[in-house]
């Protein structure tokens, strides 16, 4: 990819049925590169659903969803991680019984497309090696890398996590709640690790959060969805002051029935 390409993540009359309820109703939106875009909504908005179906855990009910042109609604979450998409989830998602440098091995490895030769190469593989403890200084871990990824602390997991992530090299970073379950010390890390994802200019990044002290202090971009809809889209201040948004989180009634979307 070159410095002057824009990349675009793309939802087009998205929707999503479970049986009889609509948990996503008929949303278009677009994300670009060099942004960092928070999925923010009530609970049951819909957010974490619109999250799995970018991602490739669900599979819409109709609607699509495009990659840099290309229709990727029908490919599995596998495929689009080879596309470039990658996801952290809320809950880690780890090798608890393998050390902190394996982990993140495992990630180069799939990006080096060297996985097929798995243990047996990896520690005499010089780029893996030094790969592997370059993104473990990126998310201060390499005094940990022999430890066991069970053995590390919650939020170091959450940093191994996000350290397996960048390994990959996506072009989109998706983060669900990444600060949840952690501890007041531990926070600062993580968001610190997103807001250096966030200065690659040639990255999309999504991030679905509920604190919004967190969604202000990261997000360029807000998209609010209620009921499953799409309620607003802008910057923060003006979508949090938004009347209709407003009324979603906090129950204040409004008289206008007017959609705030800028």
């Known amino acids: 990819m070159t410095t002057n390409e824009e990349l675009r993540l793309s939802a ?43 991602s490739g855990q669900l599979r819409p009910s109709s609607g699509s969803i495009h990659f840099n042109g290309i229709n990727i609604t029908k490919k599995s979450a596998s495929q689009r991680t080879r596309m470039g998409i990658g996801r952290a989830f809320q809950r880690t998602h780890l090798f ?60 170091g997991q959450r940093r191994l996590e996000v350290g397996m992530l960048m390994a990959l090299n996506p072009k989109v970073y998706m983060f669900d709640e990444p600060t949840t379950g952690m501890s007041m010390e531990e926070v600062p890390g993580i968001l ?17 959060e509920h604190k919004m002290d967190i969604v202000r202090t990261l997000a360029e971009r807000v998209i609010v969805l209620h009921n499953g809809r799409l309620l607003a889209d802008g910057g923060f201040d003006d979508v949090m002051s938004s009347p209709q948004v407003q009324n979603a989180y906090l129950g204040i009634s409004t008289d206008t029935g007017a959609k705030f979307v800028s």
């Open 96 to 155: 608890p019984g393998l050390s902190v440098f394996e982990n993140i091995c495992i990630s180069v490895q799939a990006r080096l497309n060297l996985c097929h030769q798995f243990w047996s190469l990896s520690s005499g593989l010089t780029e893996i090696s030094e790969l592997s403890e370059d993104y473990l200084r990126r998310v201060h871990l390499i005094d940990e890398r022999d430890l066991l990824a069970k053995n590390l602390s919650h939020g």
């Open 12 to 54: 087009t009359d998205l929707t999503m049925q479970f049986g009889g309820q609509v948990a996503v109703n008929d949303v278009n939106c677009e994300f670009r590169s060099g942004q960092l875009t928070a999925l923010i909504g009530p609970n049951g908005a819909g957010k974490s659903t619109l999250f799995n179906l970018l």
């Open 192 to 208: 610190d690790l997103i807001s250096s994802i966030r200065q690659d200019k040639e990255s999309i990044v999504i991030l679905v």
